[in-house]
T-cell receptor, first 112, second 116 residues
Framework: DAKTTQPNSMESNEEEPVHLPCNHS???????IHWYRQLPSQGPEYVIH???SNVNNRMASLAIAEDRKSSTLILHRATLRDAAVYYC?????????????FGSGTQLTVLP | NAGVMQNPRHLVRRRGQEARLRCSPM?????VYWYRQLPEEGLKFMVY????????ESGMPKERFSAEFPKEGPSILRIQQVVRGDSAAYFC??????????????FGAGSRLTVL
């Protein structure tokens, strides 16, 4: 599976937008970009995914670069509840592997 | 609209005992994944199953660990002769059958195993 690179940690102020970057320079044409997050002492939670076009849902927006070698998860208005580890994961439509492979993610701290 | 249900949420075992962790997938989901998260570490894939079939067990330790997903009932992760190093959070996830990389996993709240 193609790898992703994320900053180890980021800070944000409450009620401000947060942009979480992810680099995936070796992405292939069949790789979907997924974001999950894990709140303290909880299981991972799906946030959003996309292939080529930008995506919006009730939780967040996903901005995908034109060359697909990077993407940004956007939380429009961070709350204290958004403090979590955010994982950017590539999921290939080809090959035999079906599991999600988690890296170390970005630890987001939201300051009141 | 229950999500993925895992039980027990917390389990304490002494060294040498057996641990059984159960996972009921989300309604409409037929595939189950198990992950392990050691203290202060990342999530590691263990096994991927559908009913009565193990699809991928490449992440399972070779000894003492087994998983099943019977035709009826929950998926079970079984750890025999537990050791202190098995203390971890075990997460189950479920999904619909694989069609593409757009497939999304829904995770449970986890089972936290402590081995004394």
């Amino acid at each position: 599976d193609a790898k992703t690179t994320q900053p180890n940690s980021m800070e944000s102020n409450e009620e401000e937008p947060v942009h979480l970057p992810c680099n995936h320079s070796t992405i292939s044409g069949t790789d979907y970009i997924h974001w999950y997050r894990q709140l303290p002492s909880q299981g991972p939670e799906y946030v959003i995914h996309g292939l080529t076009s930008n995506v919006n849902n009730r939780m967040a927006s996903l901005a995908i670069a034109e060359d697909r070698k990077s993407s940004t998860l956007i939380l429009h208005r961070a709350t204290l509840r958004d403090a979590a580890v955010y994982y950017c994961i590539l999921r290939s439509s080809s090959g035999s592997a079906r599991q999600l492979t988690f890296g170390s993610g970005t630890q987001l701290t939201v300051l009141p | 609209n229950a999500g993925v249900m895992q039980n027990p949420r917390h389990l304490v075992r002494r060294r040498g005992q057996e641990a059984r962790l159960r996972c009921s997938p989300m309604k409409g989901h037929s595939h189950v994944y198990w992950y392990r998260q050691l203290p202060e570490e990342g999530l590691k894939f263990m096994v991927y199953l559908q009913k009565e079939n193990i699809i991928d067990e490449s992440g399972m330790p070779k000894e003492r660990f087994s998983a099943e997903f019977p035709k009826e009932g929950p998926s079970i992760l079984r750890i025999q002769q537990v050791v202190r190093g098995d203390s971890a959070a075990y997460f189950c996830a479920s999904s619909t059958p694989w069609q593409s990389g757009a497939n999304v996993l829904t995770f449970g709240a986890g089972s936290r195993l402590t081995v004394l």
